[in-house]
């Protein structure tokens, strides 16, 4: 019975890390070609590099123009982290405990845009955003990034609010604290957990935005680190694979490492996104 | 005594600052007020004016528009590429019901009984899930590539050169190309949610129905799929709205191409919008996309709800 049982385990790790090898595959073969000369690549994808040439990732680095694109993507994701965190847990806080009149239609407005997809605005947005001089400017971007995200943001922190007990907030009124001080005293310490959620799952949404970067940044050296990444195989590069590659390693592996080590908090806030 | 005590601290409160209810219109410009900043010029402005817009023709460039009634949505009926990306849309939406949620509930069941490892494979089958849409076609994209792509000398290695093509030239591949890869982004999110939904199931049923005699696949088909149908039903409309809504991995592979052959709506939209200087028949493709992914939405709020 007990042989039986191992060799069920065994067989159960052996699928498993087939399966494993077999998600992560792509990535490792695109790892290598970073390391690759174009004609290594050419005479068999599948090999070793010939030589762990760092240097090709350095170049990659340089020429590709990484190292403004990361300081620009922070640039835009910070502000917008920011500003999602700050308004949605105030307007939820004055959603749920706020006692304003006529709450509930402030709560259909952003339900629907909760609802809407991006595209729906894309277009008007852009000649908007042209209108108030906000194009091709990291700002405009930010604000648009965090327009969008709002809802979500407000939503979620509105269904943590919901689950705090209104007599918690009735004793503190009761002793005589107002809205800032029972916001401030008694919601906020409660809310640290879901707000750094909100927050991580913001920055990734921003880390990762193609569509607004892609309309909204025209110069060239305004870019995102994924809109870079995506203008490498658009331009003089679309046969150097070795730089599309050093290009795609560039900009996964740091996302991957902050992946593993947030890793509970990255699936939980995703799947909460999901089911929230 | 505690009457007191109560004056004291509530005088205190009012010391600290805040301790006045404030008035209404305070109230709401503190607490609305930044959201509605942001929201009010680059969410609901925009979206109003769409729905305006649908109902012009204009070129974007040019100050003068004309109002053409519903003609633009006529033009969409009659267009074949509108036919074309919507028959594409709801390609997307079965296959990214059918390949990453069977894949995903697998591995999710095969992670459910193991003890050891179970947070580390769990992340593996995530990370394609947390890298963006660009870094994936780019990936997907070499693996495809007919030059150098790897698929292409793995299919010639056993024999089956003949299938060996340009998967993203072509236009009858072109689409399942860009679906596969697709997949691989969401099955890993499908297997956590099933496997949270397996943490709920009842394991001494499962050990009664062993003992009963129930093979392993009777088991999975009797106990462990009914049990997960709240999951099922969750990732199912997940994946009509993100199928209506794809626009990244198609845009970075294929662009909508060869020659529109794996356009969708949203690719379409932006061509139409961007491209092609026709921003009224973009505006009236976007209400169209809005009102599928606007209904899904509604239909999983109903969902949760219920819950």
Redesign the interface.
């Known amino acids: 019975m007990r042989r039986r049982k191992t060799r069920h ?1 065994l067989i ?2 052996g ?2 890390i087939a ?2 090898l077999l ?2 595959f ?2 490792g ?2 790892a290598l ?1 970073a390391f690759k000369t174009n004609p290594e ?2 005479a ?3 090999a070793l590099p010939g030589a762990w040439r760092w240097q090709q990732i350095g170049k990659a680095w340089t020429d590709g123009h990484f190292g403004p694109y990361y300081l620009n993507s922070l640039q835009v994701a910070v502000p917008t982290v920011l ?1 999602v965190v ?3 847990t ?2 939820a ?3 749920v405990f ?4 006529g709450a509930r239609y ?1 709560l259909a ?20 955003l042209g209108d ?1 001089g906000l194009l091709n400017s990291l700002w405009g971007l930010s ?2 990034q ?3 995200g ?2 979500f943001g ?1 939503f979620m922190m509105r269904s943590f609010f919901l689950g705090i007990p209104k007599d918690l907030i009735e004793a503190a ?9 029972v ?2 005293r008694v919601v906020l310490p409660l809310a640290t957990a879901p707000a750094l959620t909100l927050a991580t799952l913001q920055f ?1 949404y921003s ?2 935005d ?2 607004l970067p892609l ?1 909204i940044l025209h110069d060239p050296s305004l870019r995102t680190v ?1 809109l870079g ?2 203008y ?2 658009g331009g003089t590069y679309t046969l150097n ?1 070795t730089m ?2 050093a ?2 390693l560039i ?2 592996v740091p ?2 490492v902050v ?2 080590l947030l ?1 509970r908090q ?2 939980a806030g ?2 909460a996104g ?3 | 005594m505690t009457e007191r005590l ?2 004291q ?3 205190a ?2 010391r ?7 008035g ?1 219109a305070i ?2 410009l ?3 007020g ?2 509605a ?3 009010v ?7 109003i ?2 729905f305006g ?1 649908s109902l012009f023709a204009w070129n ?1 460039v040019s100050a003068e528009r004309t109002f053409v009634g519903l003609a633009n949505y006529a033009r969409a009926l009659g267009d074949p590429i509108f036919w074309i990306s919507l028959r594409n849309n709801l390609y997307w939406v079965v296959t990214s019901i059918v390949l990453p949620m069977a894949t995903g509930l697998v ?1 999710a069941v ?2 459910s ?2 003890r050891r ?1 179970q ?1 580390i ?15 994936v076609g ?6 495809y ?1 007919p ?4 698929l292409n ?1 793995l299919l010639r290695a056993v024999g089956l050169g003949s299938l060996a093509i340009g998967w993203l030239g072509d236009r009858y591949a072109a689409t399942p190309a860009i679906m596969v890869a697709g997949a ?1 982004t969401f099955f ?2 499908c297997a ?2 099933f496997l ?1 939904g397996l943490r709920t199931l009842d394991r001494e049923q499962i050990e009664a129905a062993t003992i009963d005699g129930a093979g392993p696949f009777r088991r999975f088909r009797k106990i462990i799929v009914p049990a997960l149908s709240d999951q099922v039903t ?1 990732l199912i409309v ?1 994946s009509i709205i993100g199928s ?2 794809v ?2 991995i198609v ?2 592979m294929t662009k909508g191409g060869p020659d529109h052959a794996s356009e969708v ?2 690719t379409y ?2 061509w139409q ?2 491209m092609n200087g026709s ?1 009224g028949y ?2 009236a493709l ?2 169209m ?2 009102a599928v ?2 209904g899904a ?2 239909a999983m ?1 109903a969902l ?1 709800e219920r819950d």
């Open positions: 385990t159960l790790h699928v498993l399966s494993a998600t992560v792509p990535l073969l695109i070609m690549i050419f068999n994808p599948l500003m700050i308004a949605s105030l307007a806080y004055g959603l706020g006692r304003l009149p402030a407005a952003i339900l629907l845009g909760l609802i809407v997809p991006l595209q729906a605005i894309i277009v008007s947005l852009f000649h908007d108030m604000l648009a965090a327009a969008v709002l809802p407000i009124r009761l002793d005589g604290a107002g809205d800032v001080t916001l401030r990734m880390w990762n193609f569509l309309i994924t990444l995506f490498l195989q694979y599309i590659s290009g795609v900009t996964a996302i991957m992946f593993f890793q990255f699936i995703v799947t999901a089911v929230k | 109560d004056q601290s509530a005088s409160a009012r600290r600052g805040g301790g006045r209810p404030l209404t109230r709401y503190i607490f609305l930044p959201a900043l942001l929201y010029p680059f969410v609901l402005k925009p979206l004016e769409t817009l974007g591995i095969l992670l009984a193991v490892g947070r494979y769990a992340g593996i089958f995530f990370t394609p899930v947390v890298l963006n849409l660009i870094i780019l990936v997907w994209g070499i693996i590539n030059l150098i792509g790897p000398r691989w890993g999110f956590v949610i949270q969750l997940m209506f809504k626009f990244d845009y970075v709506i949203a939209m932006y919008s961007f921003l973009g505006a976007a209400v996309l809005t992914v606007a939405s509604l709020m949760r």
